[in-house]
């Protein structure tokens, strides 16, 4: 009895403990956190296409609602988030891959398709650069072919360029914002020999809004080398959670799954993109505000007489009409971070779309750099 009520007051002391200790825990990171935030505090961040706005309060909601969970590992969380994109994307639930952001089902495509006895890979030039580094670290052939004058993959080229291995379309594309015609986009997956895989990356798909756009993932049940990359870090807000998903048939699926490793999604990651489904304003309200701070933006630009790419997406190009490496370097110095240099577009700067009080922040500070 006596045994029995010491080891429930030790219990009861163990769990006060570590509830102190998660009261305690939080406070101390969250003050760290903090004083990087408030040492960044000056700093307009236009540099890395997050969006500015965050996740879904539904989304935040459901992270609170998990702490508990941080002990177990995600399993049957990831298949509430798998059942949910499939019938978002009308496929199956095996037709899905979740990843540690998009960035890992890039990852898996470079070490699964391409390398000494898959094959090259073929790219655009500019494009996103992550796929290219994996490719290369699993010692694979990158070839880069230049985009079109309208700053559209050029497609015959890179198909021309392919022998099994993988071609990466990014579209829209980043860092040129632009977009491939769907016609043109169907007419090379359709032509692509089975044995060369495509990656087709619809990271920025939410902001595109040209009727020359489309996604390709209802082409996946008709194509065995098509993979589809999606992610939850853009109009969702999560960059910094981390979690995406590629699209593809069960079987490449399949290939790419054995490369990964298990549950490298974490749950609060799955709680927030499973709540962000259930939110139907997150995706519409996303993107008017973009489209407000992007048109403002550009007008702006338009007036001071310097030309952008079109964009179809939460950044822009523009054409600084000089080197762009020191205008990044003057920017910064006026605490406005942009993109770095993409030196096919030596020229061109990419800048991220905050929200309108930053991007009036930028267009002060590209006024003074330029003047
Ligand atoms: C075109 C493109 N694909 C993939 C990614 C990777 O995104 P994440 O790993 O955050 O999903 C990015 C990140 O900026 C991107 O621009």
Same mark, same amino acid.
């Given at each position: 009895m006596n045994t029995i009520s010491i080891s429930r007051r030790n219990f009861a002391q163990l769990l006060s403990a570590a509830a102190a200790a998660t009261l305690v825990r939080p406070a101390i990171s969250f003050a760290k956190s903090t004083e990087h935030v408030a040492a960044n505090a000056g700093i307009v961040r236009l540099s890395a296409n997050e969006n500015a706005y965050g996740p879904s309060p539904k989304a935040l909601q459901a992270m609170t609602d998990s702490f508990g969970l941080a002990c177990r590992y995600p399993d049957e969380h990831n298949n509430v988030l798998i059942e949910k994109l499939a019938t978002l994307n009308a496929v199956n639930?095996?037709?899905?891959?979740? @990843?540690?952001?998009? @960035?890992e089902i890039l990852k898996l495509c470079a070490e699964t398709f391409t390398g000494p006895q898959n094959g090259k890979l073929v790219a655009a030039d500019p494009t996103f650069e992550a796929i290219l580094n994996n490719a290369t670290a699993n010692g694979a052939e990158v070839v880069k072919v230049p985009l079109t004058s309208t700053f559209a993959h050029d497609l015959p080229k890179m198909l021309a360029a392919a022998k099994g291995g993988l071609i990466y379309v990014c579209n829209p594309n980043n860092p040129t914002a632009s977009t491939?015609?769907?016609? #043109?986009?169907? $007419? +090379? *997956?359709?032509?692509?020999?089975?044995?060369? %895989?495509? !990656?087709?990356?619809?990271?920025?798909?939410? =902001?595109?809004?040209?009727? /020359? =756009? /489309?996604?390709? *993932?209802? !082409?996946? &049940?008709?194509?065995?080398? !098509? *993979?589809?990359s999606r992610t939850f870090s853009k109009i969702y807000g999560m960059a910094g959670l981390r979690c995406g998903y590629g699209v593809a048939q069960k079987e490449t699926v399949e290939r790419m799954r054995v490369q990964q490793m298990w549950d490298s999604v974490n749950c609060m990651a799955l709680a927030a993109a499973t709540a962000s489904l259930d939110d139907p304003d997150h995706v519409p309200n996303g993107q008017r505000l973009?489209? $407000?701070? &992007?048109? +403002?933006?550009?007008? /702006?630009?338009?007036?001071? @007489? =310097?030309k952008q790419i079109p964009s179809q997406a939460n950044f822009i190009m523009f054409d600084c009409k000089r080197p762009v490496v020191p205008i990044i370097k003057a920017m910064k110095e006026r605490n406005v971070s942009v993109g770095r240099l993409f030196p096919a577009l030596p020229n061109h700067m990419r800048v991220? *779309? @905050?929200?309108?009080?930053? %991007? #009036?922040? +930028? !267009?002060?500070a590209f006024r003074q750099t330029t003047a």
């Open positions: 639930h095996d037709q899905i891959l979740l @990843g540690d952001g998009s @960035g491939t015609p769907k016609n #043109e986009l169907r $007419e +090379f *997956i359709a032509n692509t020999p089975r044995e060369t %895989m495509i !990656l087709v990356d619809e990271a920025y798909f939410h =902001y595109a809004d040209s009727l /020359e =756009y /489309e996604s390709v *993932i209802p !082409l996946v &049940k008709d194509h065995p080398n !098509l *993979i589809v973009n489209s $407000e701070a &992007k048109a +403002f933006t550009t007008s /702006e630009l338009d007036k001071m @007489g =310097y991220t *779309i @905050g929200k309108k009080s930053e %991007m #009036e922040t +930028f !267009l002060s």
